[in-house]
């Protein structure tokens, strides 16, 4: 997008927002332990961002951590305690 | 077929050729009867259309809003205080670009109550980004409309435009109309068919949050839009009469002003009895003539340039007042012959408000006036007000 | 074996500009699980003008019709009038609003709407205040909640009204179905909208929507607190359709001051203030029951 020219007629949007990596945003992380894990799927329920994924039925949760935005629910809705919020400091960066 | 109608028959007349999709309608005086029409012809079958009866005039165009983005054509009619309470959504309507059409039945805005026709309903909507016209009598009214359609419609425009009639002088007035056959119509205005609408396959999202860096631009497109409309309103205007066989002149219509010494500005029903006194001061030997804006979005600056050039005084009479430089009409006309400052003498008149008739005396005074301006003498009063109740025996 | 108790297919993007915890997203993203993509959604000036994202990216997979705060119910309207002329039937629309949006600034064009039978479900995710532009009071502002234009001092206490009975308001307009839902129970807001889909007129679904920023609250208590309410009754699941009322989870077993005492816009609740609420709760509670008689019609 250079110029006017090169808008759309009329305000309207281009593509979704998933190359926006809201993973920024975050001070604390979830970090899922497996062997805690019995995959009853309450975070990626839970998740306002999309940030868990599981792709199919059986697999265990996953961290997106371009977009997880560290607020914490999954952590605190897993029943088995399976996900710590650490800070994000104490991991290397993305 | 020739008929005897009021500008309001012809308005939901027009509506019915015009193929309307969507209709959102509220009651207002002195508007209501083009809702009334539009009713029986829905009920009665003779017009396919969804007929929304909304609660209120803002719900009216918020309605429209979203029905023409799904694609459908769209209609509304209103005056005054219902047009103020849109005022948000006509920003919003012009702004995304959607391509309704809405006869306004001018009318004087409260306080105090007054039911009359005046322009300050039209002309404080003069900064949306409506297209506006401005219709001298009942037949101008029903060809406006379905003009503004295809001026509204065209891919390159795509904004909403305003139809106004004069209230109770044209809406309630019955006239002579010669209403089109809808098959010849159907030849002119094609169904509306617009690139930008709601696909389920593209999910887009409309409106939108454009930051600072962009917003400008997006505006500058709206502006071109605006400046492109000039030359589709002539077009528009030139595909009519090869249609229907009438002529209406384009932007602007000027009226014995080939050799005028002085001419007036005027827009809408006022402008019939403009051209009455013109045509009675002509056979008295003055060298008058009327310059009928119709429309006043986008305002035909060009063309006021090209009049400026050979005709050297140009009095603007205004419906409305401004609280600035007179009314709306005096200061894009004066911002129009700035070039020529020095060489053009201006004035600017008041008149007409809150429904007071403009008679032909008014106008022979006012031709008077200019004329005397014209042969040095001195303007005056930069700004008058017509038929004041002001203790002088001027008018 | 591990199961999906939802649908998979998501129909909101990932990178959007909702806060952590955001209740609000969570809420789009499982009402969109039970619509599916044959969706039209508009919206009014609220969080969603900004949660969705800046131009050009948006982060619905639906369309979206943006437009200004008082006219979800008009535009509804105006888009289903449109599709209904343009014979296209399986389209569902919906008005997705704030609670402000709604019952102050909203109800007019709302009340038009329902009035009008338009075919239609609004959706108003509430967040008891007006939040996007910084938690001002509205009309469903709970008694005593603080916000910034109902911060108590000297001379009151924090939103001396009641929120308004926004529901029963609707019901006496004439919506075909109404239902109450929360964000702590997304199987809940699927099997709702799924069945609001296939009934026609108005259908109004008012959920609960929490808000870590307004509310005060850790963003990771976002679902919990949304849970105490329905635990402690001040937010009871139920469905409305036909002048009969059914209970959807009737679970009220906890005092309200567990649901009041871990938000910091009810920390300076005196014993008295939640011993007042705590009656209106229970009196409530026991009004809604009487109501909902033997569970007919219950989606969960």
């Known amino acids: 997008m250079e110029t006017y020219r090169d808008l759309p007629q009329s305000t309207y949007t281009l593509q979704t927002t998933e190359s926006v990596r809201t993973g920024t945003w975050r001070t604390l992380r979830p970090v899922i332990d497996q062997s805690k894990c019995v995959r009853c799927y309450a975070c990626w329920k839970f998740c306002p961002d999309l940030s868990i994924e599981v792709h199919e039925e059986g697999d265990y949760p996953k961290v997106d951590y371009d977009h997880c935005k560290g607020c914490g629910i999954c952590s605190n809705e897993c029943p088995k305690q399976a996900i710590q919020m650490v800070r994000e400091e104490s991991v290397c960066s993305i | 077929m020739l008929d005897l109608m009021t500008a309001n028959a012809a308005a939901a007349k027009a509506a019915m050729l015009a193929r309307v999709e969507v209709i959102a309608a509220y009651p207002i005086t002195p508007q209501t009867s083009i809702s009334e029409k539009l009713a029986e012809m829905c009920a009665n079958n003779e017009l396919r259309a969804k007929y929304i009866k909304v609660e209120s005039e803002h719900s009216a165009m918020a309605a429209l809003i979203g029905a023409s983005f799904i694609g459908a054509r769209t209609f509304t009619a209103t005056s005054s205080q219902g047009l103020a ?14 391509p309704i059409v809405m006869p306004v039945v001018s009318r004087a ?12 309903d039209v002309m404080g909507e003069r900064d949306t980004g409506w297209l506006q016209f401005f219709c001298e009598n009942n037949q101008e009214t029903l060809d406006m409309i379905l003009m503004a359609y295809r001026i509204a419609e065209d891919r390159d425009i795509m904004l909403p435009a305003m139809v106004i009639e004069d209230g109770f002088i044209l809406s309630h007035t019955f006239e002579k109309v010669d209403v089109p056959a809808i098959e010849e119509v159907d030849f002119y205005l094609h169904p509306f068919n617009p690139d930008v609408k709601v696909n389920l396959n593209k999910p887009r999202r409309y409106g939108s949050l454009v930051m600072p860096d962009w917003a400008m631009e997006f505006r500058y497109n709206n502006a071109l839009a605006m400046e492109r409309a000039k030359k589709k309103v002539v077009e528009a205007g030139t595909a009519f009469k090869k249609a229907f066989g009438r002529d209406y002149g384009g932007l602007l219509e000027e009226y014995r002003c080939e050799d005028a010494e002085v001419a007036l500005v005027i827009v809408g ?9 013109a045509d009675r001061m002509r056979e008295r030997g003055k060298k008058v003539g009327v310059l009928k804006l119709r429309a006043f979005r986008p305002f035909p600056s060009d063309e006021l340039l090209a009049v400026g050039k050979r005709v050297g005084t140009i009095g603007v009479f205004d419906r409305s007042y401004t609280y600035g430089q007179g009314g709306a009409i005096f200061g894009e006309v004066r911002n129009a012959l700035f070039p020529l400052a020095g060489q053009v003498r201006t004035k600017g008149y008041i008149g007409g408000l809150g429904g007071r008739d403009v008679t032909e005396n008014d106008f022979e005074k006012i031709f008077e006036d200019l004329l005397a301006i014209s042969s040095g003498g001195k303007a005056g009063k930069e700004i008058e007000w017509v038929a004041l109740k002001d203790g002088s025996l001027r008018w | 074996m591990p199961k999906f108790t939802l649908p998979k297919e998501e129909y909101i993007s990932k990178g959007h500009s909702g806060c952590a915890g955001c209740g609000a997203t969570l809420l789009a993203r499982h009402v969109l699980k039970g619509l599916g993509p044959r969706t039209i959604i508009n919206a009014p000036a609220c969080c969603w003008s900004v949660v969705q994202g800046v131009w050009p990216r948006a982060a619905l997979k639906v369309p979206v019709i943006d437009h200004a705060f008082e006219c979800t119910g008009a535009v509804s ?22 609670d402000g949006g709604t019952v102050d600034i909203g109800l007019q064009a709302l009340s038009g709407a329902i009035d009008r039978r338009t075919d239609f479900i609004y959706v108003m995710y509430d967040n008891e205040a007006y939040m996007n532009t910084g938690i001002q009071r509205s009309g469903c502002t709970p008694l005593y909640a603080w916000t910034n234009t109902t911060p108590g001092g000297s001379s009151c206490a924090c939103n001396e009204s009641p929120k308004k ?3 029963e308001m609707l019901i006496e307009n004439g919506i075909s179905y109404g239902a109450t839902v929360s964000i702590a129970y997304p199987e809940d807001i699927v099997a709702k909208v799924k069945k609001a889909k296939n009934i026609r007129g108005t259908k109004f679904i008012h959920a609960l929507s929490s808000c870590p920023p307004g509310w005060k609250i850790s963003p990771a208590k976002s679902v919990e607190v949304a849970r105490l309410a329905t635990q402690t009754g001040v937010f009871p699941l139920y469905e409305y359709e036909d002048g009969a009322f059914a209970m959807s989870k009737d679970i009220k077993s906890r005092p309200v001051e567990d649901y009041l005492m871990v938000q910091g816009r009810y920390k300076h609740l005196t014993k008295e203030m939640i011993a007042e609420i705590q009656r209106a709760v229970d009196a409530g509670y026991e009004a809604l029951k009487a109501k909902c008689g033997k569970g007919a019609g219950s989606a969960v």
Do not use: C, Q, Y
């Open chain 2, 109 to 120: 805005l409260g306080p105090p109550w007054n039911i009359w026709t005046d322009h300050m």
């Open chain 3, 165 to 167: 009975r926004i529901m």
């Open chain 2, 269 to 277: 029903s006022a402008a019939g009895t403009a051209k009455v006194s």
């Open chain 2, 85 to 98: 309470l849109m005022h948000e959504m006509l920003f919003w309507a012009a702004g995304a670009r959607r």
């Open chain 3, 77 to 98: 309207s105006g888009i289903r009038a449109a599709l209904d002329i343009k014979g296209i039937e399986d389209v569902t629309v919906v008005g997705f609003a704030g």
